[in-house]
């Protein structure tokens, strides 16, 4: 099973579909396995509870003596009945000074100085994903050779273009054939041309993305190139 | 694998551009050439690509380097290999729809922000 994200795209004639994007470069990750070669998948687990966390054992044991001691003796950071249990999906929720569940709590940005002092904070700004937009995308129609891709930006990630049913196959072919011919890459983004920053994951990075197909005889390979910076040198470096 | 810093290496090349789409880019370095042969000079600056060993430090992993120039200048690119596969309509594609938790960190502020998806213009 693939774990892949979904991508709304446009074709030269306009017309848009929602596909799925293979994140093709897990596919050469290292793989890691025990000795008798089954291979090893990592679990999450729990270490501690909201009881016998190192916040709560502090507050609990004011001098630190008398923490030693009570870890030597009584074993107060480990609840036998939860700890070492693998936990399955969790939600991620935050806490305040005292342990206890912040349910609408106002997330900020703070930020600190060379010196560790905290200088301003202010509010946590959202930038949500933009792949799946409510908007139909819009083809850019922006062409570029590979060859002037591959000097002009770092090309730091790529994902698969693959269809889920027979429709998308027949769009996204159209759309790798229309790229095979001039043997080149359009460059797919947002906003209203199309030309504008891809975000994959809320608050994620910004990349420019250029979209690269081809045609064999009847199979097609359609590539989301996404280049995290252009190949170019700040001037004050020079 | 030693090393490739401070031992000589040798390009190999040129390479077609689409040998470096069968890769991703890890790191990019710039490059300030001490002395540089012409004709490499002008290789690179006609759009040449050139395949090269590069290991900042001993490694297991041999991930492929190459040297490509550009209007800036010139550039090593450090790249991971991709496995892209051609596809037909009747290919099954196995499908997971939910992404790992630790990919959507920001997900759950995102009552604090902006509804507007649409992304902007650069």
């Known amino acids: 099973m693939i774990r892949m994200r979904r991508i709304r795209l446009a074709d030269p004639r ?26 090893v998948r990592n679990v999450r687990r729990i270490r501690a509870t909201s009881d016998t966390c190192p916040d709560a054992l502090f507050a609990r044991y004011s001098d630190p003596d008398d923490l030693a001691r009570a870890l030597i003796s009584g074993d107060p950071e480990i609840d ?50 933009n792949i799946v937009t409510p908007a139909p995308p819009v083809w850019s129609g922006l062409l570029l050779p590979r060859a002037e891709v591959v000097r002009s930006y770092a090309l730091t990630r790529a994902y698969q273009v693959v269809h889920s049913n027979a429709l998308e196959y027949d769009f996204l072919l159209g759309i790798a054939a229309y790229l095979d011919e001039p043997q080149s890459m359009v ?50 470096r020079l | 694998m030693p090393t490739t810093l401070g031992r000589p290496q040798r390009p190999i090349g040129p390479v077609p551009a ?39 430090r001993a490694s297991v992993v041999d991930n492929p380097a190459f ?4 209007g800036s200048g010139i550039f090593l690119i450090q790249c991971q290999p991709c496995i892209f596969e051609f596809i037909r309509l009747d290919q099954p594609v196995l499908v997971d729809d939910e992404t790992d938790d630790e990919d959507e960190l920001w997900d759950d502020w995102q009552m604090h922000g902006s509804t507007d998806v649409t992304g902007g213009e650069q």
Do not use: W
């Not at chain 1, 799925?20 to 291979?39: A, C, I, N």
């Not at chain 2, 040297?67 to 550009?70: D, H, S, T, V, W």
């Open chain 1, 187 to 236: 460059q797919v983004g947002s906003g209203r041309r199309g030309v504008g920053p891809l975000i994959l994951e809320c608050n994620g990075p910004r990349y420019r993305g250029f979209l690269d197909g081809r045609v064999r005889d009847d199979a097609m390979r359609l590539v989301l190139y996404l280049g995290a910076f252009e190949l170019a040198v700040p001037d004050e």
């Open chain 1, 14 to 39: 306009g017309r848009d579909a929602t596909v799925l994007l293979v994140p093709v470069g897990e596919s050469v990750k290292q793989r890691y396995q025990d000795t008798e070669g089954r291979p």
């Open chain 2, 67 to 70: 040297i490509l120039g550009n």
């Open chain 1, 80 to 129: 036998m009945e939860t700890t070492g249990r693998t936990t399955g999906p969790c939600d991620r929720v935050h806490l305040d000074g005292n342990g206890q569940v912040q349910y609408a709590p106002s997330v900020v940005e703070a930020r600190f100085g060379p010196d560790g002092l905290e200088k301003d904070r202010r509010a946590l700004s959202v930038r949500p994903s």
């Open chain 2, 18 to 56: 689409d040998e470096l789409l069968e890769h991703a880019v890890l790191k990019a370095y710039f490059l300030l050439p001490v002395v540089i042969a012409r004709d490499l000079h002008d290789s690179l600056a006609g759009g040449d690509i050139y395949r090269v060993a590069f290991r900042s």
